[in-house]
């Protein structure tokens, strides 16, 4: 009850005026105690950004920084586990989760951007708020473990959009204060649209360049799903090759 308690106070917060300082020490206080879990995608694992595009293409990406994550100076609005001015790049670890996060529709186009982890290197990712059984909690320890899991579980995968960034607040507090354990090269958390079948790595800058290569971007139209449940597409540019920082489209 007493858990309870302070969880439903640091959801009265207003968070429109609250400091990142106020809700750090608040959540110190309100999660005082959670188990953190680590996830590491050895070297050719596979990750997934989404960049929609208008429908004559004429923003696909041309060059390295159109695949990579925005320059600082770019960041200008608060992200899910990122603030203004601190980029992170956002990947996705199946092809069809940033597709329903970015709300891709029939007849809409879309570059689809793969990485690939890098020969010899691992990422190291940590997250909270999944379903853990720990049978060393009692009952109590389990029952508390369960209500911290569903609280995180609730901010990571809330709806936000323009004009209320500020509700990523508590998001980036948890990001920063609990999950970025040493040697932490991303953030791990469950897809708001694709809840429970994606997850989405928030990978920082530094381990991004050092452990994450480029694969290819795919040029795409989206058609729907079929009656089957199968995800349609048509494919009308590739690029696997950067030449002088230029993407080099093969058809």
Known sequence: MELLTKIQEFKRIDLKTATM?????????????????????????????IRKLDSDFSNMPTTFQDIWHPPAKFVT????????????????????????ECDIKENDSYAIIQYVVK?????????????????????????????IEDFILSEFTKPVGNGTEYLYKISNVIARNFMDMPFCDAYVYPSVANYKKGWNVAIKPESALKKIDFSCVLICTSRGFDLSGNYAFDLKHKANVLNDDKLVYVF
């Open 77 to 100: 609005t608060d992200g899910r586990v990122n603030l203004k001015g601190n980029p992170m790049l956002y990947t996705s670890t199946e092809q069809i989760t940033p597709i329903y």
């Open 21 to 49: 300082e106020e809700l750090t020490i608040k959540s110190l206080d309100t999660l005082s105690c959670m188990l953190i879990n680590q996830s590491v995608f050895p070297e050719g694992t596979r990750l997934y950004r």
């Open 119 to 147: 020969p010899g290197e691992k990422l190291i990712g940590y997250s909270i708020g999944v379903d853990s059984d720990v049978e060393e909690l009692d009952e109590t320890g389990k029952i508390n473990n369960k209500i």
